[in-house]
């Protein structure tokens, strides 16, 4: 699938159309879920220009993966659920993938960011101050999964954690 080459100057908080995955909010900002009727997402200011770009319309189930960084986050994706019909395209450096088969919500986000996962990629990574990695090396890994019920639970569990996780970091903070 096809990203878009626009850079931060060229997306808005409030104006446009055409949602954005960001690859620098996939590093910082975004988790593991990326819950595009929760998390707050970007947009291509210019609707002209957004409707004129190659790229492919993003789903729920769409992984984006961040391709560059400054370190080994390198890989570091977001699994896209909540998309509604939204028009959502994957930006500057950023791979997007669809699943060949169907994967229980969650579990390839919480899987493709696990330390199981991303010690594959780092032999794949290249460059010495910017690092990353291309889509070929991330078609020669391995996407290891158990069966359906299985992957629920477990990106069932992940979910939960993150929410208590967030729960009391929200009590820290506060009291």
Known sequence: MRNNTLSRADLSDT????????????????GEVLNV????????????????????????????????AED??????????????????????????????GFASGYLGY?????????????????????SVSRSAIGVTDVRYPSLPEQDVIGSFFQQLDALITLHQREYYVG
């Open 37 to 68: 009727q929760c998390d707050s997402l970007p947009r291509i200011t210019d609707d002209d220009l957004a409707e004129r770009l190659t790229c492919q319309p993003l789903f729920d189930g769409d992984v984006i993966i961040a391709d560059t």
């Open 72 to 101: 080994e986050a390198v890989g570091k994706c977001c699994e896209l659920r909540g998309c509604d019909g939204k028009p959502i395209v994957a930006g500057l450096h950023t791979i997007a993938c669809r699943p060949r088969i």
């Open 15 to 30: 104006e446009g159309r055409i949602y954005n995955v960001h690859y620098g909010d996939i590093l910082v900002k975004f």
């Open 111 to 131: 899987y493709l960011n696990s330390a199981a996962f991303h010690n594959q990629l780092l032999p794949l990574m290249q460059g010495i101050k910017v690092i």
